[in-house]
């Protein structure tokens, strides 16, 4: 029966055609390892490398270039860790701790010949573990939602809020007006309009007198309707004359 990790997708994290594998001498220190102290003008083998994902577990395989053959993998349950190890005088070079299927380990050294494949091959181990850190996260999340803490929305005591809402503004709508200050009335059912209050006063024809003397102006003020036609008796015209007394003397 097939082992969940054999089940489970493997997604392909980075693939570099050329690297070298170095035989490393056995650590005596804790000191920081060196490079340098490598055999570099002679690898001991070299092929392709393919770094793959899967699950949370990251393997680093070197393959024959042509046939693609296994030569060693190592799996990575971390990194920065100690089955990947930078080394102190080169970014180039790494230490690497390979396993067999009997659960055997070794550790080799590995080394890119350009600077921009072994950039790569950190970053592909960085994302991945990136990664797998993001999803514990949202597995304990969701395992215990009520461990988060809750966003408090509420008002604090004495705390206010104001808010600005825009009002559109009314424009009043000026009523027409006349000259004297009075509304327009409706026009009268018989559809003729009523004319103006200055023809309605008075309506003669009376013209002042030419001599100019103050009897001249009363006699203006003397009739409502000056259209009246005298009399032609002048007898009897000086007898109706109201005014007559002022104008002959005693």
Known sequence: MASEGQLEYESVLCVKPEVNVYRIPPRSSNRAIRAAD??????????RMRVVARGKVAYVKLEDKISGELFAQAPVDEYPGITVETV????????????DDNGRSAFIGIGFGDRGDAFDFNVALQDHFKWVKQEKEFSKQAQA??????????????????????QSKKKDRTRPQSSGGLGLLP???????????????????????????????????????????????????????LWGDFDSPK
Not at 38 to 47: A, E, F, Q, Y
Not at 218 to 224: C, E, G, I, N, P
């Open 145 to 166: 939602p009520d461990s988060a803490p809750k966003l408090d929305l509420g008002f604090k005591e004495g705390q206010t809020i104001t808010l600005n809402i825009g």
């Open 187 to 241: 026009p009268p059912p018989g559809g003729r309009l009523a004319p103006p209050p200055s023809s309605r006063s008075n309506n003669h024809n009376t013209q002042p007198s030419a001599g100019g003397n103050d009897t001249g102006c009363l006699l203006d003020l003397d009739t409502s309707n000056s259209n009246t036609v005298a009399p032609s008796n002048p007898s009897l015209t000086a007898n109706s004359d």
């Open 88 to 99: 102190s005088d080169s970014s180039r070079y790494f230490v690497l701790r390979i396993q």
């Open 38 to 47: 490598w055999k570099l003008d002679t690898p001991d083998w070299s092929g």
